[in-house]
């Protein structure tokens, strides 16, 4: 069986046998992934706008023993397309909170964690329930959750969002929509919705200094986010320069290589820890 599959495959063009190649192997290995501990988390800081550190985002890893390191913007399609994602997203949010849970313990130091929800995560029938039994059996005290949802969730049947998202808050976790700028919220929608936070996506601050259309729409959803009274977070900051800027227009959260990379455990812990000698 498997020798006629690899006959097969060498009559596509070379681009598209890789690409077939890539998935049918990306997915097995994927299978094996969890069980082979080649997953892990990495924790990139999220500062105030002093300079502080008050939160951190939650990012999946993949270092593949078969295929070297896989970045979650090409597995995380596959864990979806394939019906792997409850799993994978099962030990997201167990690994973190248990990470969490130590680091706080270690540490005697709290802050907020962001953990990536995707979209068909959050859509699943007992999502909240399998949320709320992991957060009682990793026995959270202290640690605030935050949920980053993605802009294009919220075309989704608003009937259905609205009393998950209102119930999410109503046990003290809050949401940020991130990469907003990018989908189609309309303002109205956006109105309704209990959120607590806009991300502004890494493709404007990227082209923030040389760009007036980027600096531009940044400057729009930030007054739609302080008229909504929302906190306004931007990812994917590189320099100085857009810092100012993003501060200059109003600003008030920021994440990004100029303050940290994604951090393992133990390098968050370093980072934390020259933080507090400052
Ligand atoms: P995202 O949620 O928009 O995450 C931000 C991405 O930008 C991360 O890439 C982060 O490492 C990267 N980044 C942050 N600051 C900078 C910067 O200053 N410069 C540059 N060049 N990049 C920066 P990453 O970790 O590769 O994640 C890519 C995407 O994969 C994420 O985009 C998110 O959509 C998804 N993802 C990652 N981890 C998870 C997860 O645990 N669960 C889910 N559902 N999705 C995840
Ligand atoms: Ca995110
Ligand atoms: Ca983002
Ligand atoms: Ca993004």
């Known amino acids: 069986e498997a020798k006629k599959h690899k006959n097969s495959v060498r009559l596509f063009a070379p681009s598209m046998q890789e690409g077939y190649l890539n998935r049918v192997t990306l997915e097995q290995n994927l299978r094996q992934a969890l069980g082979k501990n080649e997953l892990y988390m990495v924790y990139q800081p999220q500062m105030t706008h002093e300079g502080v550190m008050y939160g951190v985002e939650a990012l999946v890893r993949w270092n593949s023993k078969e295929l070297g390191i896989v970045p979650p913007d090409k597995f995380i399609p596959v864990a979806e397309a394939s019906g792997l994602m409850p799993k994978l997203g099962d030990f997201i949010m167990k690994r973190t909170l248990e990470e969490m849970k ?17 979209i068909k995560q959050f859509m699943e029938a007992n999502f909240l329930e399998h949320l709320t039994h992991e957060i009682e059996t990793i026995k959270l005290t202290n640690i605030v959750l935050c949920l980053e949802i993605t802009e294009s969730l919220f075309i989704e049947d608003i009937e259905y969002l609205l009393p998950l998202l209102q119930k999410i808050r109503s046990m003290g976790l809050s949401i940020s929509m991130d990469d907003f700028g990018t989908g189609y919220s309309s303002l109205s929608i956006l109105r309704k919705l209990p959120i607590d936070e806009l991300k ?12 007036i259309t980027a600096e531009k729409m940044v400057q729009n959803i930030i007054s739609i986010g302080k008229n ?43 980072f934390v820890k020259a933080q507090k000698t400052v």
């Open 228 to 270: 909504l009274e929302l906190a306004i977070l931007a990812e994917g900051v590189e320099t100085k320069e857009q810092e100012v800027k993003l501060k200059r227009l109003g600003c008030d959260r920021f994440q990004g290589y100029l303050y940290a990379k994604p951090l393992n455990y133990e390098d968050l812990k370093l």
């Open 102 to 118: 130590s680091f706080q313990e270690e540490m005697g130091f709290s802050f907020q964690v962001s953990l990536n929800i995707s």
């Open 200 to 211: 502004i996506d890494k493709s404007f601050v990227d082209t923030l200094i040389e760009d």
